[in-house]
T-cell receptor, first 111, second 120 residues
Framework: GIQVEQSPPDLILQEGANSTLRCNFS?????LQWFHQNPWGQLINLFY???GTKQNGRLSATTVATERYSLLYISSSQTTDSGVYFC?????????????FGTGTRLKVLA | GAVVSQHPSWVICKSGTSVKIECRSLDFQATTMFWYRQFPKQSLMLMATSNEGSKATYEQGVEKDKFLINHASLTLSTLTVTSAHPEDSSFYICSANSAGGGNRPYNEQFFGPGTRLTVL
C-alpha cells in the first residue's frame, strides 16, 4: 500500500520562528489535506490542497503532486501552534474513496 | 465550516460489554464516513469506510464482527465495539466526507472530536 512519511517527526521552536513541515507519499493520490491535532485530540482542517499553493494567515501549503510531496509552512510561530500536524492523502481504489494519514510532526513552540 | 459531532466523548466500561459511538454531520450531508483509531503518540489508523445504505468496507486486519458499523442516513454513522476488552481501549475518531457544493470541495474530510474508550 501507499506510504505517507512526514518529517521531521519532532520539532521545537522558539516563539516567532518559521518552520517547514514535509509530507512525502509513495504513489499518485487524488488529493491531500493538512490537519492540526490539538491537545484535546480534535483535528482541525488547515488545507485541502491536491496541487498548487494556498495561504491562510501565517500558514501556507504547497503540493507538487507530480513529485509526490507537500509542504506546510508556519511563519511567526505562536505557542498555540503547538500540537501534532498530519497530512492525509486521498485515494480512490476499487470503487471506494479513503484517506491514509501520514506519520505526523509533533510541534512544540516555546514562549 | 462543516461540523461533525461524536457522542459520547468518553466512556469507561467493563470488559465484555458493548459500546456504541455515534457520528453525525450536523450541517452537511456526507456521502461517506470514516472510522479511525488512534493510540497514544501515534498516527490515525483507518478502520473502515462507511457508505450510507451499504455495508462498510473494513481495512485489512480489522475484525468486522468486533467493530460493527451502521450508516443509517446521510448524516449518521455508528460504530459498536462488541464484547469490549482492555486491548480495545483507544481514541476513536470519525470523519465525514463532503459531497461538494457551495464552498466545499468534493471529498474534503471533516472530523468529529473523538471518543476516548477505556475498558476495565
Amino acid at each position: 500500500g501507499i506510504q505517507v512519511e512526514q518529517s521531521p517527526p519532532d520539532l521545537i521552536l522558539q516563539e516567532g520562528a518559521n518552520s517547514t513541515l514535509r509530507c512525502n507519499f509513495s504513489d499518485s493520490v487524488n488529493n491531500l489535506q493538512w490537519f492540526h491535532q490539538n491537545p484535546w485530540g480534535q483535528l482541525i482542517n488547515l488545507f485541502y490542497i491536491p496541487s498548487g499553493t494556498k495561504q491562510n494567515g501565517r500558514l501556507s501549503a504547497t503540493t507538487v503532486a507530480t513529485e509526490r510531496y507537500s509542504l506546510l509552512y508556519i511563519s511567526s510561530s505562536q505557542t498555540t501552534d503547538s500540537g501534532v500536524y498530519f497530512c492525509a492523502v486521498g485515494l480512490s481504489t476499487s470503487g471506494t474513496y479513503k484517506y491514509i494519514f501520514g506519520t505526523g510532526t509533533r510541534l512544540k513552540v516555546l514562549a | 465550516g462543516a461540523v461533525v459531532s461524536q457522542h459520547p466523548s468518553w466512556v469507561i466500561c467493563k470488559s465484555g460489554t458493548s459500546v456504541k459511538i455515534e457520528c453525525r454531520s450536523l450541517d452537511f450531508q456526507a456521502t461517506t464516513m470514516f472510522w479511525y483509531r488512534q493510540f497514544p503518540k501515534q498516527s490515525l489508523m483507518l478502520m473502515a469506510t462507511s457508505n450510507e445504505g451499504s455495508k462498510a468496507t473494513y481495512e485489512q486486519g480489522v475484525e468486522k464482527d468486533k467493530f460493527l458499523i451502521n450508516h443509517a442516513s446521510l448524516t449518521l454513522s455508528t460504530l459498536t465495539v462488541t464484547s469490549a476488552h482492555p486491548e480495545d481501549s483507544s481514541f476513536y475518531i470519525c470523519s465525514a466526507n463532503s459531497a461538494g457544493g457551495g464552498n466545499r470541495p468534493y471529498n474534503e474530510q471533516f472530523f468529529g472530536p473523538g471518543t476516548r474508550l477505556t475498558v476495565l
